[in-house]
């Protein structure tokens, strides 16, 4: 094992050691299912229908993500147990679209059948792009769960309001770790890590785009589900460079030549607000997993 393997291997341990003993919540015994509130909105079972659909591509995400990592030790280790902890998620979910009366067996077996009649691929091709993605990622997904937590908790609902509290706390632990790794990456290379940083940025898109069926009507549907760019650089791309230590400005010199090269020759989206995160009006809803 080399001195890097070694020291993510041991990022690994503290975070499989935390999720050990505070973390591990149990689908049948810790949801209060009888308080469900069967009165509450369809816009808030349309979201919980949305964010189960994406977390449903967890096998796309779990086979395309341990395969790249997956001589890794630390980092494979680390999927498989994400890969556990996420499987709840949705499974918790689709019991919440049952259990309230908002969703038929029969609509969600349907909606099952879309989902897998598409694939998710791997936006980025390195383990350390992709573990950055990651990052990103989960970030914003912890800021769309914490904001549907208060809102199910104004609707009543405090079943809901459980579930997404115990998948927020997943979500930001799994980017804690992510944002752990990339510490480290910056230690070993700088100059590397920065540059794949700004282009995962300059290119990034939640997971869902793209895949989950009806994904247009029902980010209109949700009007304020999602997160939008001044939600996105407030809570998730400040928030991150603040823990890593990488001050805005040397963020910024690192995106100028991430976009320089995006017009030279890759795919070219947006370069407004030097290229961070294009399509971020959408990214809303589309916010879990990976
Ligand atoms: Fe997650
Ligand atoms: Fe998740």
Redesign the pocket.
């Known amino acids: 094992m080399s001195r890097l393997e070694e020291k993510i291997f041991r990022e690994y341990m503290t975070f499989f050691e935390k999720a050990e003993r505070e973390r591990r919540w149990n689908v049948f015994q810790d949801i209060p299912w009888e308080r469900v509130n069967r009165e509450a909105s369809e816009e808030l079972a349309l979201c919980a229908e949305t964010f189960c659909s994406v ?1 449903m591509y967890l096998p796309d995400y779990v086979s395309n993500g341990i395969n790249l990592v997956r001589s890794y030790f630390g980092q494979a280790w680390f999927q498989a147990n994400w890969a556990y ?2 499987s709840k ?2 499974l918790t979910l689709m019991q919440y679209l049952l259990r309230s009366g908002k969703r038929t067996e029969e609509q969600l077996t349907d909606l099952q059948n879309q989902i897998f009649a598409k694939q998710w691929n791997l936006p980025f091709h390195t383990p350390r792009q992709m573990t950055f993605y990651g990052c990103v990622q989960e970030m914003a ?1 912890f800021v769309i769960y914490v904001k549907h937590r208060e809102r199910a908790g104004t609707e009543n609902d405090e079943c809901l309001r459980t579930i997404y509290d115990y ?1 927020a706390r ?2 930001i632990a ?1 980017c804690r770790f992510y944002q752990s790794v990339i510490k480290v990456l910056l230690e070993e290379d700088r100059p590397g890590t920065l540059a794949d940083m700004a282009h995962v940025f300059a290119n990034f898109e939640m997971p869902g785009v793209g895949i989950v069926p009806d994904y247009d009507s029902r980010i209109l549907k949700m009007r304020e589900a999602g997160v939008d760019r001044n939600v996105f650089i407030q809570k998730v791309y400040m928030p991150i460079l603040k823990y890593l230590g990488v001050s805005r400005h040397e963020m910024l010199a690192a995106q100028r030549t991430a976009i320089d090269l995006r017009r030279g020759g890759e795919r070219r989206r947006d370069t407004s607000i030097e290229g961070l995160a294009p399509n971020l009006d959408s990214v809303a809803p589309q916010a ?3």
């Open positions: 977390e902890e996420e998620h949705s997904t998948i997943d979500e799994h879990l997993s990976a």
